[in-house]
């Protein structure tokens, strides 16, 4: 059986060239946000990628086919399409399998990344460990994946509505370098400050680049979580939004919403309870996490 995957002409031809690319997830296009701001907005995120010298490779299955690197019309279709399955490790195979047609989460674009031989991969946050798992035992297989695929991940830290403390600690048992970008402590996606020490700081995309490959030398297996603080312009500081996400989750307990359908019920209140603060946040960080995770792409093709 031949596996079924495409690469864009874009993305065929860097990888012909040895040109740098950064892999993107589609779940911020089919889950993240309306149409038609999701596909204006990952079209900025790919404009990112590019201008700052790498190629983009959007990741999704579209009719039981996996893409890496979507067309413009393709990122239009998707942006529009319905009833799309948000995928993650347990289920990208059986999607594609069925002829379906999915999103990547975090977990399912660094399997993408890792088939197509892309290093590196910019994203919003990471998902972690739902506060109150150790009654729901609610972890996502983000942690997993980033302790087993060699991707380095450029994500804002994990997603605020998590359970901050307990998703490191988590990732440190995992063995997985958390790296804080150009400060001395964790970010806390919306917000530049958490109050958790960062395991390690680095400075430069070129340094992040060499840890990255030494990994590889060593044979290491696992990525890296290089935590990318959102533009101090665009935060929205933790002490406003912690009395909101208390909101957000208690609604979302009162109503059982649970599993897959948690963090979009949460982002959704969110985004409404701070009048769309959060959302412009939100892109403000993805388009800095594309412009560093390009720039690490860049430095390990060796590009100057």
């Not at 059986?1 to 060239?17: C, G, L, W």
């Not at 999701?38 to 990628?49: D, G, I, P, S, Y």
């Not at 935060?235 to 989750?249: G, H």
């Not at 939100?282 to 590009?303: H, S």
Request: negative net charge.
């Amino acid at each position: 059986m031949t596996f079924p995957i495409v690469y864009s002409p874009e993305v065929q031809a860097a990888r012909d060239s040895g040109a740098p690319l950064v892999a993107l997830e589609s779940t911020i296009i089919t889950h993240g946000m309306p149409y038609p701001q999701n596909v204006e907005t990952a079209r900025k995120v790919e404009a990112e990628v590019r201008v700052h010298g790498a190629v983009p490779a959007t990741m999704a299955v579209m009719d039981g086919v996996l893409h890496v690197g979507l067309t413009d019309a393709q990122l239009e279709a998707l942006g529009q399409a319905q009833n799309v399955a948000k995928l993650s490790r347990a289920d990208i195979a059986a999607c594609i399998a069925r002829g379906g047609t999915g999103a990547t989460t975090v977990a399912a674009t660094m399997i993408c990344a890792r088939i197509a031989g892309i290093a590196v991969f910019a994203t919003g946050g990471i998902g972690g460990v739902h506060k109150g798992a150790e009654e729901t035992f609610d972890i996502s297989a983000d942690l997993q994946e980033l302790a087993q695929t060699p991707v380095t991940v450029v994500a804002a830290g994990a997603k605020a509505i998590l359970d901050l403390p307990k998703t490191f600690e988590v990732l440190e048992t995992l063995g997985v370098p958390v790296i804080a970008f150009g400060q001395d402590e964790v970010p806390a996606f919306w917000s530049r400050a958490s109050g958790i020490p960062a395991p390690l700081r680095m400075d430069s995309a070129e340094e992040i680049a060499r840890a990255h490959a030494l990994r590889g030398d060593m044979g290491i297996p696992g990525g890296q979580l290089v935590a990318n603080p959102i533009p101090s312009e665009a935060e929205i500081a933790a002490e406003t939004l912690a009395p909101v996400i208390a909101q957000a989750l208690a609604e979302a307990e009162a109503q059982g919403i649970a599993a897959k359908a948690v963090t979009p019920f949460l982002l959704q209140r969110i985004f409404e309870l701070t009048e769309g603060r959060s959302l412009a946040a939100n892109i403000a960080l993805v388009l800095n996490n594309a412009r560093l995770a390009a720039g690490i792409a860049v430095a390990l093709a060796g590009k100057p």
